[in-house]
Structures are given as structure tokens and as C-alpha cells.
């Protein structure tokens, strides 16, 4: 009767043990895809596998005017004299006037920018609300996927001849947009 008590006891802790080995298994394969164990030049790192779900913050739109962007506009929109960029702090100025939305979108730097049109229109409706703010007029109405494909068909031919165009346009409607520096 003791014999086999002692061989229960040994049989749950059988029991127990193949549960937390087959909990220590499965465990690694539920956490996030990584592995802290890689030996590189700096030493050991923990490394993401190729396959690890991203949670880079280059979904969010500001990140994308950061990378793309900012580079040539900075970070508050003021833009470079020296490097010619106008300043983006009343880019509201241009949905006022005919021809300016799509001009928005047409300019070089974000037709060539290598971002999809979803992209181009999160990071143009960013760049409205956040920098611009101040200068979008009532009623505005975001930009989508499908408008900046629209857009992206009627390439800008002379930027700066278009643009002045669309600065004259608004100073008939008592706009001020500024001057290319
Ligand atoms: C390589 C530098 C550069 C980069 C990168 C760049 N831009 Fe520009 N951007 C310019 C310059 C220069 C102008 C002035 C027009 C021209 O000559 O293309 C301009 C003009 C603009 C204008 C028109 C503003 C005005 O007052 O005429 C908008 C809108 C704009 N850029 C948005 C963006 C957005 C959004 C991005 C990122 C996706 C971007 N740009 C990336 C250099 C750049």
C-alpha cells in the first residue's frame, strides 16, 4: 500500500515536470521574436528576428514628415533659406486659393519622396494639422489615398512658375503666402 502511494507521488511528479517542460518549450515560441544571444562586433545584443512583428514608430505620420521630410523642411516646418525651402507654418494659405491643393501634393519633394499614396496623404493631412494648423481654413477636407493618386497623373512641369501663379491667385484674395526664400 506504501509501495504504491510512493510510486503516485512519483507519478504526479512525472506528471509535473513534463507540464513545466513542455510550458518551457512552448514559452519562447508565444514571447516577442527575439533572442538576446547574438554575438556581434559590439558584443552580445539582443537581435529581432527577421521575422519579429514591427513596432517601429515609422507608422505614424509625424515619423514619416521626420524622415522624409524634415531633413529639407525641419522639424517646425520653418524650412532653409539657404537651401531655398519655404517655410510650411501657413501652408493652409494654399487650400484657399484654386490649384493649390493639388500643388501640395504635386511638389517634388513629395512626388519624389518614395512614400505611397496613403502615405503622402497621412503625412500631408500631418503636416496641415500639426505645423500648419493655424492657417487651414473651415470645413477642410483631409487628403486620401485616392486624390494623391490623382494627383501624382499631372506632374508639376515648372514648380516655381506654378507656384507663383498660385501666390498671385491669393493675393487677389488677399492672401499672403511667403515668397520662395
Ligand atoms: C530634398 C529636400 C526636400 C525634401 C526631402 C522635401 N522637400 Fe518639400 N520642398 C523642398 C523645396 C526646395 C521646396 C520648394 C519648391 C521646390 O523647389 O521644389 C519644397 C516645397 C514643398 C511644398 C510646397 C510649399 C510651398 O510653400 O511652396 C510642400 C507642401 C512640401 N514641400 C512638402 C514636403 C513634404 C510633405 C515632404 C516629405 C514627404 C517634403 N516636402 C520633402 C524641398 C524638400
Known amino acids: ?16 515536470f513534463a507540464l513545466v517542460y513542455s510550458l518551457m518549450g512552448s514559452a519562447p515560441m508565444a514571447q516577442a521574436q527575439v533572442h538576446g544571444n547574438t554575438a556581434t562586433t559590439l558584443g552580445r545584443q539582443v537581435v529581432l528576428h527577421a521575422n519579429a512583428p514591427s ?7 509625424r515619423a514619416l514628415y521626420v524622415l522624409h521630410c524634415a531633413g529639407c523642411h525641419s522639424l517646425d516646418g520653418s524650412g532653409s533659406t539657404s537651401a531655398r525651402v519655404p517655410d510650411m507654418r501657413q501652408l493652409g494659405l494654399f487650400l484657399r486659393v484654386p490649384g493649390g491643393r493639388e500643388f501640395l501634393l504635386q511638389v517634388p519633394g513629395v512626388m519624389g519622396s518614395g512614400l505611397n499614396d496613403e502615405q503622402v496623404a497621412q503625412v500631408t493631412n500631418w503636416v496641415l494639422s500639426s505645423i500648419a494648423n493655424a492657417s487651414i481654413p473651415p470645413h477642410h477636407r483631409v487628403f486620401d489615398a485616392a486624390e494623391v493618386s490623382q494627383a501624382r497623373r499631372s506632374p508639376l512641369v515648372d514648380v516655381a512658375a506654378t507656384r507663383a501663379v498660385l501666390v498671385q491667385r491669393a493675393q487677389q484674395l488677399g492672401l499672403q503666402i511667403a515668397q520662395t526664400p
Request: without cysteine; glycine residues 4%; hydrophobic residues 40%.
Open 1 to 16: 500500500m506504501r509501495k504504491g502511494s510512493w510510486r503516485l507521488d512519483r507519478l504526479d511528479t512525472t506528471v509535473a
Open 55 to 61: 513596432i517601429a514608430p515609422t507608422h505614424s505620420a
